[in-house]
């Protein structure tokens, strides 16, 4: 068995996300494997479960990956990583998850998302989930199958019913207290728009740094929007050059 990949999926318009997702990897891990799911595959899967919604369809994937890999990890794709990621690699965890609310207490400019399960900021996002057990995805696949009709029916909501249920040992990879890291969207907040802060983000020592903490991950979240990561508007020019350097 191998020891770890990385994944993610894309469609359509979406596709130059990953494929620019695929590069920072590279970048930065080239010993690890990312395996891309594209048009045709995100469709295979659309037939295969027609209850699963576009934002669910990490499970199976994940699941075609568990049984050949010790750590699967994906990330979604409009991602980008921007550091090592020593955390997620060398961590004694079962499942890993990223916090969804920043520093501040909020989602982006939003006030906090949670589903009533997690304290405050241990409501993971889904946007990047490392794995060690193939159980986990199955369990992620039911629940998104079943959850039709409940309240808990999105990704976030269903990944954090199985990551406070206690069946897992868990990890938030960017924990508010404990970490100076961020690895996903808790780097996000601002007061008219979700991604404000990002124009105070500084390169220094060749890493991303934001309010004294390592940036390992960019994730710009938010649903489907064809101008995600449009580097003018979210990020000051050095910053602009780092991210042209990681993904050339």
Request: proline share 4%.
């Amino acid at each position: 068995m191998e020891k770890v990949v990385f994944h993610a999926y894309a469609w359509g318009e979406y596709t130059p996300l990953l494929d620019r997702l695929i590069k920072t990897s590279k970048y930065f891990h080239p010993e690890i494997p990312f395996v891309a799911y594209y048009d045709k595959d995100v469709e295979r899967i659309k037939q295969k479960y027609p209850f699963l919604k576009w934002y669910t369809m990490m499970s199976p994937f994940g699941l075609e990956l568990a049984d050949q890999y010790e750590l699967v990890v994906h990330i979604d794709a409009d991602s980008l990583i921007t550091g090592k990621m020593t955390e997620l690699l060398e961590s004694d965890y079962e499942l890993a998850g990223v916090r969804n609310q920043n520093d501040q207490g909020k989602a982006g400019a939003h006030p906090p998302i949670t589903n009533g399960l997690a304290p405050l900021y241990e409501f993971v996002n889904a946007g990047l989930v490392a794995a060690r057990s193939k159980k986990f995805w199955e369990d992620w696949f039911e629940i998104n199958r079943t959850s039709v009709q409940s309240k808990y029916n999105d990704e976030n909501d269903t990944l954090n019913v199985l990551f406070q249920n206690g069946k897992y040992k868990t990890k938030i990879l960017d924990a508010k207290d404990s970490t100076k890291v961020f690895y996903g969207i808790a780097n996000a907040y601002g007061e008219q728009t979700h991604w404000e802060s990002w124009k105070k983000i500084q390169v220094i020592n060749d890493q991303l740094i934001l309010d004294g903490k390592a940036i390992k991950v960019l994730h710009q979240a938010g649903g489907p929007n064809p101008n995600k990561m449009n580097l003018n508007a979210l990020f000051n020019p050095d910053v602009i050059q780092f991210i042209r350097k990681i993904t050339a």
